[in-house]
């Protein structure tokens, strides 16, 4: 089964930044719309953004439009989610996730692949 590998989260002041990393040995992202999901403790988790493999189309989720940007370096089959301002709310872990191009809900919803998950902690 073919994981993606979620990197760069931690603990942050309210109002600080976190940028994380997504990859996945042996599938080219490329081919992928890609998503980032989060899940809070005791809460549902939930879609924050996502992205088709030309960057052209993106999602945001409105409680984050704004504060977080979500990007990919094909060739380093990379993608990105730079998160600022953060706020406590926006504690959890932060999943990737690839779904086929088209519809942005198999990402988000559905995916074909996901990662383990990288906690982030917004706290003073």
């Known amino acids: 089964q073919v994981k993606l590998v979620e990197s760069g989260g931690g603990l942050v002041q309210p109002g600080g930044s976190l940028t994380l990393s997504c990859t996945a040995p042996?599938?080219?992202?490329?081919?992928?719309?890609i998503g980032w999901l989060r899940q809070a403790s005791g809460k549902e988790r939930e879609g924050v953004s996502c992205?088709?493999?030309?960057?052209?189309?993106?999602y945001y989720a409105a409680s984050v439009e704004g504060r977080f940007t979500i990007s990919r370096d094909n060739a380093k089959n990379m993608v990105y989610l730079q998160m600022d301002n953060l706020k406590p709310e926006d504690t959890g872990v932060y999943f990737c996730?690839?779904?086929?191009?088209?519809?942005?809900?198999?990402?988000?919803?559905?995916?074909?692949?996901w990662g383990q998950g990288t906690q982030v902690t917004v706290s003073s």
């Open positions: 996730a690839a779904g086929p191009v088209g519809s942005f809900y198999y990402a988000l919803h559905e995916p074909h692949f």
């Open positions: 042996g599938l080219s992202l490329a081919n992928y719309n």
């Open positions: 992205q088709e493999p030309s960057g052209a189309n993106t």
